[in-house]
C-alpha cells in the first residue's frame, strides 16, 4: 500500500493584481482584478513506505506548496491526496500524530527555556507513553550528540545547534511520515552533512517516508535515491536520481591529458576548459564513443576520462530549456 | 469509553505540563513582570483617588459606596485585571505573520488548548508577585473588607470564569485577522465598550442607568465587575450562585462562537494560505 | 543651529515615509477618536456626582486631560520612537551607526524617528484643551497663553530629559526597556490634577516620573492657579535636569565606547 498517493493534485491561487499610480489604487478599491496562478498543476505520483524522495525546483516551482497541501496546511484546488491511507486536510488527530513538518529557520521549541522542556511539552501534546518517549528521545540525543546542547536554553544555542534541536523535537512521536522543507538552509557544510547522516539514519531504523525540498544538490545526492523534478507546478521528471541525466543530459564531457595542449580541438567538440596539458571537450551523447576514438588515434593522450554533467548542471539545463519553451 | 477517558486523561495531561512550562518561563521575567504590574497600578489608583475624593467631598460616600468601600474595589480590581490578560488580536496578527500559526496547525491538539493552558500556566507567576503589592496598597489605602467564607469560594471560581469569558471573546475577535489586517479596529472599539461597562474604569452602579442595561446583556461585566463585587460587595447566596451561573452560560456561548468561527478561520487560511 | 536643522531633515524624511500610510492614520483617528470619548464619558460620570474636584471645575478638568493628551501625542509621536530605538541598538550592539556620523549623537538619537500619524493626538488634545478653555469663568489672556506654551515646552523638555536617562541606563542594563512599561502605566496619574493624589503618590508623579511639571503646571498656567514659586521650581528643576541629563549621557556613551574598543 502505497504511504503517500498523489493524483491529479492542483493548486491555484487568486493574486491579486493592480497597476502602480493613484488612479489604479483608487480602482482597485471597486473594483479588485485577480490573476489565477497555478502553483501546483495537476501533478501525480506515488511514494511507497520508507522511500526518502527528494523535491527539487527552482523557487515557486511549487515544492512546499505540495508538502503543505501533503501536510493539511492547504486545501487542493483540485485532485486527491492521500497520506497514510488519510485525506490529510480533514487534519484528522490520528493523522497529525503520525507526520512531522520541519521548515528549515522556524523555531517550533520555546525560545527561553532547555530543549528538554520541549521536548516534554511535544510528549504532552502527542501523547507519547512516557517510556517509549524516553527511549527514543535518548536515542534521538545520542544520535545527533545533542546532549550538552538540550540543558541550555534554545535561545542561547547557534542556528546549526537550534537545527538539531528541533529536529530531535519533531521526531519524538516516531513519525511515519517526514516531510522536510529546506531543513539544512543557513547551516554550514558540517552542520548539513551531520542532518543529513542523521535523517538517513532515521529513514534506516524506523522505516519512515521521508519527503524532502531543498536548495542544496548534495541534499538530495546525499539522501534520495529519487527525486521528483517540479517547474511551474509540474512534474518534470519522476524517477532515479542517476537517470536524470539520461533523460536530460543531452552531453558528455571528455577530459584528457596530453603532451601538448596547443592546437585546434574544435573540430572534436565544445572546447569548455584548456589548461596547459589538459583539455575538457563537451560532446553530444551519442558522439562520446566515436570522439573518444578519434582522440585516441589522432592525438598523444596521456590520460582520458569520460565524465557525467554534474547534477546541478543538469537541473538548470532543464529549467532553462523549460523556460525556452514557455 | 475508555478512549475517551485517555483522551481526556492526556488533556489533562497536557494543560498541566503547558501550564508548568509557562510557568518557568514566566519566572525568567519576574523583573520585566514586575514592572509592567506597578505600572498597570496607576490606572486603579488614579480612579481610587478620585472616588474617594468626590466620596469625602460628599460626606463619606457615593450612592453608598464608603471610601473604604471604594478602596477595595480597586485593590482587589488589580488581581481581576491581572486574570483578565490573555490573547489578544494582536497577537493572532503576529502569530499568522510568523508563521506560527502553521507549526500549530500540524500539531494534533486545537491551538485554543495551547492558549488557555499557556496563560493558565501564566497566572499563578503573577499573582504571587502581586501580594507583596497588594498588601502595599493595604497599608496605603486602608480598604474595607470582609468577605464570607462563601464569597471568597465565588470569587476564587469567578476569576477564572472570568479569564475563560474574556478568552473566548477575544479569540473570537482574534480570528477575524483571517479575513482583514485591519482588525485593530474593531479590537479598540471592542476595548472602548468594554472600559466603560465592565466596571474597569468606573463601579457599575455610578454609571447612568441605561449604560447598566446595555451591560447587562454584554459579557463585559462577567469578567470584571462580578469577580470583584463578588469578594467586595454585599450579595446575597442566591445572587453569588446565580453570577456563576450567569458566567458559566457566558463561557459556554462564547466557546461555541470561537469554535464556530475558527472552522471558517481555518477554511480561509488553508484555502488561502499565508 | 545644527540640532534643529537635523530635527527637521528627520521630520521630513520620517514623515515622507509614514505619509504613505493613509491606512495607519485611519486607524490612529479611530484609537484616539476612541480613547477622547471614552475619557470624556468618565468625566461626564464623575460630574453628575459632584461640582468640583478638589477644586478644580469640569471645563479646568477638561483642560488637564487636553494637555495629557495632547503631550502623549508629542511623546509618541518623537520621544518615545526615539528612545525605544536607542535602547534597542544599545542592546543589539547596532548604535555604532550613529556614533559614526558627523553630528552630535545626543541630538542624532533623539530626533531620528518620528511617528507622523501621532501627531493626531496633539490635535485632539488642543481640541480639548480649547473647549475646556472656552468653558472658564475668567478667560485667558495672551500672557496666560504664552506662559502656557512655554510651559508646555518645558515640561515636554522634561519628560524628554527622563526618557533619556532611562535609556541611557541600556549602557549597562540590557532589560532598561522593561521600565518603559512602568511610563505607559503612570502616565495615566497625568490625566488629573496632582493635587487630589496623597503625599507619596505627588512626590512619585512630580520629581521620580516627572509628569506633574509637564502637565499640571501648564494647566495652572490656563486656569490662573499659578504661583512664581511654582513657575520657577519647574523651569529650575528643568534646567537642573536637562544639565544632568547630558552630562548623563556623556558618561554612558564613553563607558560604550570604551567597552566596545
Known sequence: MATVRVLGLTKTFAVPEREAGLRAAAVSLFRRTTREVRAVDRISFEIGPGEVVGFLGPNGAGKTTTLKMLSGLLYPSSGEATVLGHVPSRRERDFLRQITFVMGNRNQLQWDLPALDSFELNRAIYRIPREDFTRLRDELIELLEIGDLVRKPVRQLSLGERMKVEIVGSLLHRPRVLFLDEPTIGLDVTMQKRIRSFVAEYNRRYDATVLLTS?????????????????????LFDGELARLGDRFAAWKTIAVDLDDGAGDFSAYGDVVERDAGRVKLRVPR????????????????????????????????????????? | MNAEAGRVRSLLDFYVTRARTQIQVQFQYRAATYFWLIGMLAEPIVYLVVWTTIAEQQGGSVQGITTGEFAAYYIVWTLVRNMNIVFTPYGWEWRIREGQLSAALLRPLHPLHDDIAGFAGWKPVVIALWLPIAAALWVAFDPVLDPTLLEVGVFSLAIWGAYLIRTMFLSTLGMITFWTTRVSAIFELAI?????????????????????????????????????VALTGDLSRGELLGGLAAQLLWILALTGLTLLVWRFAIRRYSAVGN | MTALRLAWLYFRIGSMNELQYRANFLIQLLQSAVSVVTALVVLKVVYSYTEALNGWSQPELLVVMGIQILLGGVIRTTIQPNMQRLMEEVRDGKLDFALTKPA????????????????????????????????????????DALLFAALLLVGAVTIYCFWLVIATLAFWIVDVWQIIELFDGVYHTGRWPVSIYPLWLRIGVTFIVPIAFAITV???????????????????????????????????LRRYSGASA
Open chain 1, 215 to 235: 536548495h542544496y544538490m548534495a541534499d538530495v545526492e546525499a539522501l534520495c535515491r529519487r527525486v521528483i523534478v517540479i517547474h511551474h507546478g509540474e512534474i
Open chain 1, 286 to 326: 551519442e558522439e562520446t564513443a566515436r570522439v573518444t576514438a578519434r582522440l585516441l588515434a589522432e592525438q598523444e593522450v596521456q590520460d582520458l576520462t569520460v565524465e557525467d554533467p554534474p547534477i546541478e548542471d543538469v537541473i538548470e539545463m532543464v529549467f532553462a530549456q523549460e523556460a525556452n519553451e514557455r
Open chain 2, 192 to 228: 472602548a465598550v468594554e472600559l466603560l461597562l465592565s466596571g474597569r474604569l468606573v463601579p457599575l452602579p455610578l454609571m447612568p442607568d441605561w449604560a447598566e442595561d446595555v451591560a447587562a446583556v454584554l459579557p463585559f461585566q462577567w469578567s470584571f465587575y462580578f469577580p470583584i
Open chain 3, 104 to 143: 552630535d549623537a545626543q541630538v542624532l538619537v533623539s530626533v531620528r524617528e518620528v511617528r507622523i500619524w501621532r501627531a493626531v493626538d496633539i490635535v485632539a488634545g488642543s481640541v480639548v484643551v480649547a473647549y475646556g478653555v472656552s468653558g472658564l469663568d475668567r478667560s485667558v489672556g495672551a500672557g
Open chain 3, 218 to 252: 501648564p494647566a495652572e498656567a490656563l486656569t490662573s492657579r499659578l504661583e512664581w514659586s511654582t513657575v520657577a521650581l519647574a523651569v529650575g528643576f528643568s534646567a537642573a535636569l536637562f544639565v544632568v541629563t547630558r552630562y548623563w549621557w556623556r558618561f554612558g
